[in-house]
């Protein structure tokens, strides 16, 4: 028997001023239109921190350093059809950067926004606004608890 494989995902939370920045997908016909945080698969062969740097660096343009990142939560979602993967997603917390955050990938992102994140604006992709919301660490969502 195969050993089961989930899907890695990473999200960086970045906090300036009391908001925390969201990005508004486009083109990749997965909730597009909707604000998300910044994110990104794991490549293969690099650690999750890595993987994160790098997504915040091609999609935002900053630079990152290792130690101004901390694990924050942890998802373990179940897939939401029959074709779709289960994801493991590591959200990540970002005390600092350098550079002023701009689209680096204007195919894949519509805007950039700042919101209150005690006040999610209504177009959150769901799994983030529960993420963000849970007052734990881990939360497995989609199987009934």
Request: with cysteine; charged share 30%; hydrophobic share 40%.
């Amino acid at each position: 028997m195969a050993k089961f494989k989930a899907c890695v995902a990473v999200y960086g939370v970045l906090e300036r001023d009391g908001e925390m920045l969201m990005l508004r997908r486009k083109g990749s016909g997965y909730r597009d239109g909707q604000l998300s945080l910044p994110a990104g698969h794991l490549d293969g062969d690099e650690d999750a921190v890595s993987g994160l740097i790098r997504e915040l660096n091609e999609e935002l343009c900053l630079t990152v350093r290792r130690q101004d990142v901390e694990l924050a939560k942890v998802l373990h979602r179940r897939r939401e059809s029959a074709q779709d993967d289960e994801y493991v997603d590591l959200i990540f917390r970002v005390s600092a950067w350098e550079g002023e955050p701009q689209i680096g990938e204007p195919d894949k992102c519509g805007e950039l926004v700042w919101v209150n994140p005690t006040a999610l604006p209504a177009d959150v992709v769901d799994y983030i606004r529960q993420a963000l919301n849970t007052t734990t660490n881990f939360a497995a969502l989609g199987w009934q608890q």
